[in-house]
């Protein structure tokens, strides 16, 4: 019985120094990203080529799933809405649950199998390779090299990619309204305006920016802590990925909670 | 084209689009419009709040932006109405909080004489209330009264149906002993009749009966087949009437030939008849060549008057 709970307090103990040293790690990452010091040109380059391999290599391939996914799922809700009379809503429907929820959370979804996975496995090849110890050995700071580029990266290419997700989705709209409800252009932009609230944008951009950072930092985290044996790697990238997922949740259920109150 | 090109458009071209979409959407929304804030006053704020829109004929033009209590206990709100849409507020406008059953509330404007001078924005008008759901409760409370007596109606038709000593129940006694005298019988007529001479007569009248319905199908199977029969010698080839309608196409034609016949007698006599006066006229010429002869005799008599016995032979 005491062992039973022994081992509870452990877990538990463990469990809260990982979350404060997370904590911690983030706040560092977030203090370097608004030093003007970080910016060197070699971290530029990083950055410019991280924006480049997650967002404008899949920009094609994002903008086809967004306009197939988003007439589906538009042309879904508003059949729905059709069915039990709830015409009125479309707007509120339109901008509350699919601009700023479904829009942020497909691109986070994608962006997070393709970018968090890479990143992950990158820093745990690149820990398991001993290169961070080298970087360091030539005294370069591995945050300023390494994460901060993967880290505004991760915010800029969710915040943008989420708008033109939004975009596309905004302009699907404007084809199944006029083909479920016979809705001109003129009706749908202006149900559009008064349905929507500057702070459900802010909110849903700030929420975008707190995805990037996570979605990018944590797999860092979790790919730094491998060690120095190949099988560490699926280790860490597992896990890394499990917390990823987690924390787009914890991230989801926080930005509902702000709209309540 | 080069990578950092690449980014350098799509981080562009995104925030473009990004900053035009929010742009569109707050000139849009009136941000950058110029405002014009009027106060209204109510006695109660039950049913207000901030950010209710403001309506005139069915357009959101403002919304509440603010709600206080001043000294005198009485509710102001403060509307803010965009510079375009503030040639609606007149004077004589009034202001109207109106409480829809389904829906938000709203603040209705109703402006009569749009010629009417604008509002002061200094003057505090006052809100008048129109409260669908009390109207609603108001007009179900009659509906309310009549299911309440339809209720207790149904408690007492419940209570008589109850009774034993109801109708229902006498009813109900009376089909019980219906039921068993029919149980006891062998069938309803006898369960009517009683008496069973009776029932034998109406069986034996109902066997006669059945016999008598048995000749008359007899009978009117030979009909049927005198019907027949007689159709036959009328109506058949060779039949009574294809003849007398042979007959009397005979008759017809012969009758025309005999119609010809006396339109030619008829002209016969007509000419005779003509002739007729011709003999007449004949005999009168004769009749007045005679008497001219006479005369012409006289006066040869006359003329000669020497001899004693004239003789003329006449032809």
Known sequence: MISFWENLGHRATVLFWAFADTIAFSGRVFLRIFRRKTYSSAMREVLVNQIYFTSVQILPVFLLVSVLFGSLLIGIVFTL????????????????????????????????????????????????????????????????????????????????????????????????????????????????????????????????????????????????????????????????????????????????????? | MSRDLKVGLFIGGTVILLVAALLYLAMGKGVFEKTHTFTLSSRSGDGFAVGMPVVFSGFDIGKVAALELNDEGLVLIQIKISDRHVKWIRSDSSFILYRPLIGSAQIVVNTVNLKSPPLDESKIPQVSIVNDINDAIARIEPVLEKVA???????????????????????????????????????????????????????????????????????LVKVDKMADRTDEQLYGSEGALPQVNVILKDMIRKLQKLDKTIDNIDKISSDASAGTKDLQLLRSDIDDLLASLTEMVKKMEDLVGTRKTPEFKTP
Request: hydrophobic share 50%; aromatic share 6%; glycine share 6%.
């Open chain 1, 81 to 261: 809405l059709k069915e039990f009379g709830l015409t009125d809503f479309i707007g509120h429907v339109l901008m509350g649950l699919i601009v700023t929820e479904l829009a942020p959370f497909l691109t986070v979804l994608l962006i997070t199998l393709r970018s968090s996975a890479a990143i992950n496995t990158e820093m745990a090849v690149m820990k398991v390779n001993r290169e961070i110890k080298t970087l360091e050995t030539f005294r370069i700071d591995v945050i300023d090299y390494l994460l901060a580029p993967r880290v505004i990266n991760g915010i800029i290419s969710i915040v943008l990619l989420s708008s033109l997700c939004s975009i596309v989705l905004l302009a699907s709209g404007i084809l199944f309204s006029r083909l479920i409800f016979g809705m001109g252009m003129d009706v749908y932009t202006k149900i559009l305006l008064t349905s929507t609230d500057f702070s459900d944008i802010v909110i849903a951009l700030v929420k975008c920016g707190i995805f990037g950072f996570f979605i990018t930092l944590i797999p860092i985290r979790f790919g730094l802590q491998a060690s120095h044996e190949l099988t560490s790697i699926p280790v860490v990238v597992s896990r890394g990925m499990v917390n990823v997922f987690s924390a787009i949740l914890i991230i989801e259920v926080l930005s509902l909670m702000t709209k309540l109150f």
């Open chain 2, 149 to 219: 007596q339809i209720a207790e109606h149904t408690e007492r038709l419940t209570r008589n149906l109850s009774d034993p000593k109801g109708d229902l129940y006498r009813v109900l006694g009376n089909a019980e002993k219906i039921s068993t005298n029919l149980a006891s019988k062998k069938s309803l007529a006898e369960m009517a009749i009683s008496d069973e001479e009776s029932l034998r007569s109406l069986n034996e009248s109902l066997k006669k009966l059945k016999d008598i319905t048995t000749n008359v199908d007899r009978l």
